[in-house]
């Protein structure tokens, strides 16, 4: 289950509930899927998208997305820092970016044209979609990694245009992971 964090306010939600109200009302499509028990995380990507056709098929038809891939990272992947120097500035994009988590988890950070900032923590199970042209940036969570479904609108792929804004800078990409909980009255 995804976490949302809202820096500025000092608020961070870990009810389900909470979380896809919050998510909704940025305009983040988000769900949950059943991570499938007949097909391993670290199954070839051929096999993955196989195994979540039917998921998979149903976004295309609603998004009109065209394509679908998969993404692996590890601590292990060449050029890592390169690649993520990519990811962990303010863009958006001309189309969706839509995920599903395999494996791992992952820290995007969304800026609204109007509102605070806020920080959405995801993991395996979780599907969600930043629409075109919303301005975000993602981390890795400090164990770097991570295994995601792609899908994509343009075949060509994954494009960034970069806001160049700094904003990034201003925001600390600290993950708590699946067990945080936020400190509560004494
Ligand atoms: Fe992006």
Redesign the pocket.
């Known amino acids: 289950m995804a976490t949302v964090r809202i820096p500025g306010e000092g608020r961070t939600l870990t009810d389900a509930e909470a979380v896809r109200s919050f998510l909704a009302a940025a305009g983040i499509d988000y769900e949950r899927w059943e991570p499938r028990a007949d097909v391993p995380e670290e199954a070839p990507a051929d096999d993955i998208l196989r195994a979540y056709a039917p998921e998979i098929d149903r976004l295309k038809a609603r998004g009109g997305y065209v394509t679908a891939d998969v993404i692996d990272v590890t601590a292990l992947t060449p050029n890592l820092d390169a690649m993520l120097a990519k990811?962990s500035r303010e863009?958006?994009?001309d189309e969706d970016?839509v995920r599903f988590i395999l494996r791992g988890s992952g820290l995007?950070h969304i800026r609204p044209r109007q509102g605070p900032v806020h920080a959405i923590e995801v993991g395996p199970g979780d599907l969600f979609r930043?629409p075109r042209g919303i301005w975000?940036?993602?981390d890795l969570c400090s164990d770097r990694n991570v295994r995601a479904i792609r899908l994509f609108q343009d075949a060509s792929g994954?494009t960034?245009h970069y806001t160049e804004s700094g904003v990034d800078a201003r925001f600390e990409p600290v993950c708590f992971g699946p067990a945080y909980l936020p400190p509560g009255p004494a």
């Open positions: 990811f863009h958006w994009h970016e995007f930043v975000h940036w993602f994954w960034p």
